[in-house]
């Protein structure tokens, strides 16, 4: 039976520094996606599996910005394609990425709140089948 990869989850450690923190206001969140080429679910999954990785992952996008978006309160500010390199080894790990996605959740507290929605962590298994890797940068907002 295939496993979670959860190498693309945050680590105890970085989320007890959000909550930690004295940050206020906004947090912008930077994510950096690659796809994998069809969506690999568990073999317990029940739903429809036969989808690519960039469709599986926007399942899990709906949750964090519609099913959950009265706890998260998400504001998609920018989502499109990596079009090229501009500085930087192409190729190369670091800068090979399908998409970014930009989300503005108005303070570290709904951001929190939705990690610990059910209805969005039920959710995650859209995100673990779509994601190859990623990257994501808490930035001010």
């Known amino acids: 039976m295939k496993t979670i990869d959860r190498s693309i989850d945050p680590t105890a450690d970085q989320v007890r520094a959000l909550r930690d923190s004295d940050v206020s206001g906004p947090v912008v969140m930077v994510n950096m996606l690659k796809f994998r080429d069809r969506a690999d679910y568990p073999e317990d999954f029940t739903g429809d599996r036969d989808l690519s990785g960039r469709e599986a992952y926007a399942r899990y996008q709906h949750a964090f910005t519609v099913t959950v978006g009265e706890t998260s309160k998400a504001e998609v500010l920018y989502e499109g394609p990596?079009?090229?390199?501009?500085?930087?080894?192409?190729?190369?790990?670091?800068?090979?990425?399908d998409a970014m996605l930009i989300v503005r959740y108005p303070d570290k507290a709904n951001f929190l709140g939705m990690m610990a929605n059910e209805e969005y962590r039920a959710a995650l298994v859209h995100r673990y089948a779509g994601l190859r890797r990623t990257v994501l940068l808490q930035c001010g907002g």
């Open 82 to 97: 990596v079009q090229q390199v501009f500085i930087g080894r192409e190729g190369a790990a670091e800068t090979d990425w």
